[in-house]
């Protein structure tokens, strides 16, 4: 089974099928909230074990996000996949524990462990499995309409750096396109059967001495057929 929708330079479009059948395959719940972490919060490799339980803000489901890398934080949307695994873990957390995840000190690295559970499940393992989660998380977030400021607010980056790292072409992108121009090419053709109906029909009820195939070849009928012919054909 390859989980991979399209490869461009070391960008993989991680589908949400494909994780969550990863996520399902788990059986330890902090491996799932991490992964979850990971593929629908587009947190980076180390921020999820930096999370405690202070960081989420249930009532107004928001979760803030600690970045090892760059001494700061930011705040993201509580999604509803995030909000369902990070409940799991609350509802499962030993009294006065403040960390989220405690299963691996702050630090740890999580690629190795990570690329045998993909295996587990039955995925190959694909390039840069961490990062390419969470360059899948933006590409969705781009997908899905939210303005580019808060794309990068909430996954933590710039929009050069996305531009050029992150938001790929994906597959979807050309499913998209072309359902479009099949429909199009339908219109085209339904458009073009009436107005060849409809000339016909003017031609025969014209009142003049002049046959009708005679008026079909009239300089003046060229150009008139020729101006609505172009316009029925898609224009770049």
Same mark, same amino acid.
């Given at each position: 089974?390859?989980?991979?929708?399209?490869?461009?330079?070391?960008?993989?479009?991680?589908?949400?099928?494909?994780?969550?059948?990863?996520i399902k395959d788990v059986s330890?719940?902090?491996?799932?909230?991490?992964?979850?972490?990971?593929?629908y919060a587009g947190l980076r490799?180390?921020?999820? +074990?930096?999370?405690?339980?202070?960081?989420?803000?249930?009532?107004?489901?928001?979760?803030?996000?600690?970045?090892?890398?760059?001494?700061?934080?930011?705040?993201?949307?509580?999604?509803?996949?995030?909000?369902?695994?990070?409940?799991? +873990?609350?509802?499962?957390?030993?009294?006065?524990?403040?960390?989220?995840?405690?299963?691996?000190?702050?630090?740890?690295?999580?690629?190795?462990?990570?690329?045998?559970?993909?295996?587990?499940?039955?995925?190959?393992?694909?390039?840069?499995?961490?990062?390419?989660?969470?360059?899948?998380?933006?590409?969705?977030?781009?997908?899905?309409?939210?303005?580019?400021?808060?794309?990068?607010?909430?996954?933590?980056?710039?929009?050069?750096?996305?531009?050029?790292h992150y938001l790929k072409t994906?597959?979807?992108?050309?499913?998209?396109?072309?359902?479009?121009?099949?429909?199009?090419?339908?219109?085209?053709?339904?458009?073009?059967?009436?107005?060849?109906?409809?000339?016909?029909?003017?031609?025969? +009820?014209?009142?003049?001495?002049?046959?009708?195939?005679?008026?079909?070849?009239?300089?003046?009928?060229?150009?008139?057929?020729?101006?609505?012919?172009?316009?029925?054909?898609?224009?770049?």
């Amino acid at each position: 089974m390859v989980a991979l929708s399209q490869t461009n330079d070391r960008f993989v479009y991680i589908r949400k099928e494909t994780i969550d059948a990863i996520i399902k395959d788990v059986s330890c719940i902090e491996w799932k909230a991490i992964i979850t972490l990971w593929r629908y919060a587009g947190l980076r490799a180390q921020e999820p +074990l930096h999370l405690t339980w202070d960081c989420v803000d249930w009532d107004n489901r928001k979760l803030t996000v600690i970045e090892p890398k760059n001494k700061r934080v930011r705040v993201i949307p509580l999604w509803p996949e995030v909000e369902a695994a990070l409940s799991v +873990l609350f509802h499962t957390a030993k009294v006065g524990e403040p960390r989220i995840i405690t299963k691996y000190k702050i630090g740890q690295k999580l690629g190795t462990q990570f690329s045998r559970i993909i295996k587990r499940a039955g995925f190959e393992v694909w390039t840069k499995p961490i990062q390419n989660l969470r360059a899948s998380c933006q590409n969705d977030l781009e997908e899905a309409g939210y303005r580019m400021t808060a794309v990068c607010s909430w996954i933590g980056n710039s929009k050069p750096v996305a531009q050029k790292h992150y938001l790929k072409t994906t597959e979807a992108d050309f499913e998209k396109a072309l359902g479009s121009k099949v429909d199009l090419q339908i219109d085209r053709h339904d458009t073009e059967q009436v107005s060849t109906e409809n000339e016909t029909s003017q031609l025969n +009820l014209k009142n003049t001495a002049m046959p009708v195939g005679a008026a079909a070849c009239d300089t003046t009928k060229i150009e008139k057929y020729a101006q609505q012919d172009s316009n029925l054909r898609p224009t770049d």
